[in-house]
């Protein structure tokens, strides 16, 4: 069942620090989301903390504060001293959702705890940051139909949505190793190609370097091997939410991809953003679920009537370009596209569900990748392969440069928000990485 | 480079432990593998073992009795009082080859530490077992050109063998959470099918569940992310090997393999040996690899003059099944085939510079699986849908029952081993697991 409003999601809501309620931060008292930090350059410890405004509150000295004192235990203060989020993770949204209820309080004007707190907030720009959780299984899905036909067109010509599409949430296992946390520099891959009219593999850096602008999903308290997470609760297993660019290497993926999927074209490198949005705070932003009326209704264990009322996000989706020449330049990340995570194919509770409904056992800290948002009109597709339709197509820049796929020094950021009438604008942040070119074949 | 024979390899090395000397045990002076137990039934933290003979020496014990005295350190201290194998793994193989030399030492007829190791021996009667390492990511390999291609016969009648099996070690990432230890249990999986003449698909507990007979690997040292692993360093970073059933639902799979790969008719449970073989205890016994002369060479990353000598591993794999009605008729496990490790197309060390060419990290613990092991033979397939033919020819047991795929109550067991003129055995135990009935759907 989707989260309830309750009174964090208050828009009238204000808190003591400044920078929250500008209006234009992505993490204004109604967001409260939680990642993993220390003071940037220092060796100390990673711990958690949430973000508000231009700052973050570190939850152990929080803790110490006493402003969880009335939910706290054994459990919960392990969880909160921890170096990553699984254990609070593990605890379930009822206590997430109660520790954000005890920030909101504590952060909001007037909370008699502000003198404690505003000692012990480290400005953002003073931080750097962890993955937000040690990440067991990473299973990256496939939910936008509208990619999946543009990417089907370019690999299989003759048939390019599988018949499966439209009744299975595709999905496939990813590499857990290589995700890093917004930042990441990564070298271009070297592998195998087969050009076209070659007989012989290429054996080179990769040409066709991309990016994939995903919604990540981490997972919450887990399910026991054997039994399924039904549809109406799969959300009660989900912690929230966060950006996810999952670099790929088109050329090698073409020739390494079959029978068993992609492997070497992917796991060099996948990039997280650091703060983990909870479906909570997501609440005031769904959308109901909808399908075309020729496309089949999803089978009764992926079907439920919250789907239609609430089943989808409006979070939108921004992908920008900052190349090696820009940053000396002094220029700006340009966009390169603007999508929505509502345009999905299926919904965040299908994908708990199906991955679990043959007894596959999740567990918290676990990562779901929503697959590459793209939007039905051109200008919303989430990859440079879709953009440039297969490379045919080269992208101009505003300072005169051309991209058709990536190149050395490009860095790729993704953005998401949502914001609606009424409501305040809740924030992602932002993910951004860099290729380096490839290690020297000598 | 593969490992050079040294003092534990002797062949008249006869322990003190009367068991170990049998010439039938699997694990005898010679082999020393690496596993997690505790005394079975009890709430004791797992520890790190070496099995002999019938029984397991406990390491933290041997420890106390100082038979590491002369290489012990603090790394080391720390890494033998672990609950799992990582730390250990992580030191990397010169480490493991001198802990095993002192267990060697310590353990052969005559050794002054004879009187206070033999106080602390447990029969491995009376242990349970863990997962020797906590698996962080595990990759799955199609190692034989046998299996590809008489499974590809199958689901692509027209294209059996892709055009770039012959080029590339084609592995794809699988699921660490649902990884257990030998006798684990578990439900047989539910989910989407298409029958054949079927426009929708069904949604019912899978028809054609299936085991495949697969080496896994356990990783060492790792790699740094962006740094490739030479092939003549590949087995530097391989800590040892044990026996992987990787279980698969084939109407599942049918279904929802294409295009990313298998996910669901595999991620329900995959089940693995207790003991680790470490690759020093198997240098004698180590084959050429070879290609027949119509396949194209190894691309240079991927080949090293000693692939040709010393490549491939001479190791018998043996599948039996144990129905219900056999185990309560008293009826032994019967074999359903018998296969070879060194009819793989490609070598351990090819599967992990592949892995890393493209500057993917491994780390210590993680896990890859070779592939189903088929031979040449069709008495040497390596899972029911190549030994049924796809399902169309019955196996018939010595008790008369029927088999095409795994039925409910069904045991499989794999079994490992190698043995040469002059050479003891050298065994690696073995893993068997259960199929349960399907959770009920109602």
């Not at 705070?281 to 089949?296: F, V």
Request: proline share 6%; net charge negative; with cysteine.
């Amino acid at each position: 069942m989707p989260v309830q409003l309750n009174e964090t999601h208050d828009p009238a809501l204000r808190s003591w620090i400044a920078s929250a309620n500008d209006g234009t931060t992505d993490f204004p008292i109604q967001n409260l989301p939680f990642g993993v930090f220390r003071r940037a350059g220092s060796s100390e410890q990673f711990r958690i903390g949430v973000a508000i405004g231009d700052q973050i509150l570190d939850l152990t000295l929080a803790q110490q504060a006493g402003i969880f004192s009335a939910i706290m235990d054994a459990r919960l203060a392990h969880a909160l001293a921890s170096t990553s989020l699984n254990a609070f993770m593990d605890l379930g949204n009822g206590v997430s959702s109660a520790v954000r209820l005890a920030l909101s309080q504590a952060l909001r004007e007037g909370a008699s705890a502000q003198a404690a707190l505003h000692a012990i907030l480290l400005a953002q720009a003073d931080a750097e940051y962890a993955l937000p959780a040690q990440i067991g299984d990473y299973t990256d899905f496939y939910t936008s139909v509208h990619h999946a036909t543009a990417v089907g067109k370019l690999f299989r010509p003759d048939n390019p949505l599988l018949p499966n599409y439209k009744w299975v949430p595709i999905g496939y296992h990813g590499r857990s190793s290589s995700i890093g946390v917004s930042g990441q520099q990564f070298r271009r891959p070297i592998g195998q190609t087969m050009p076209p009219t070659a007989t012989t593999p290429v054996f080179a850096p990769a040409k066709r370097m991309d990016y994939e602008c995903e919604v990540g999903i981490f997972i919450g308290q887990g399910n026991a091997l054997g039994e399924a997470i039904a549809i109406d609760h799969a959300e009660d297993h989900v912690f929230g939410m966060c950006l996810l660019n999952d670099w790929s290497a088109r050329d090698l993926q073409a020739w390494e991809y079959q029978p068993l999927g992609p492997f070497l074209a992917k796991n060099f490198a996948s990039t997280i953003s650091p703060w983990v949005v909870t479906l909570e705070a997501l609440a005031p932003y769904r959308k109901g679920w909808t399908r075309d009326a020729a496309d089949p209704q999803a089978l009764p264990y992926l079907d439920h009537a919250d789907l239609r009322s609430t089943g989808a996000f409006d979070i939108q989706l921004e992908v920008l370009v900052q190349t090696e020449k820009m940053r000396q330049d002094g220029t700006p990340a340009q966009r390169l596209s603007l999508s929505n995570f509502s345009h999905s194919y299926w919904t965040v509770s299908q994908m708990v569900t199906h991955h679990t409904v043959n007894g596959c056992n999740l567990r918290a800290g676990d990562f779901l990748g929503s697959g590459t948002q793209s939007g039905p009109l051109p200008e919303e597709a989430g990859s440079l392969l879709e953009l440039t339709e297969g490379g045919k197509k080269p992208i101009i820049l505003s300072n005169g440069e051309q991209r058709i796929f990536i190149e050395d020094g490009d860095s790729i950021i993704i953005r998401g928000w949502t914001q609606k009438d009424g409501a305040p604008r809740i924030g992602f942040g932002e993910v951004e990485g860099r290729l380096l070119p490839a290690r020297n074949l000598e």
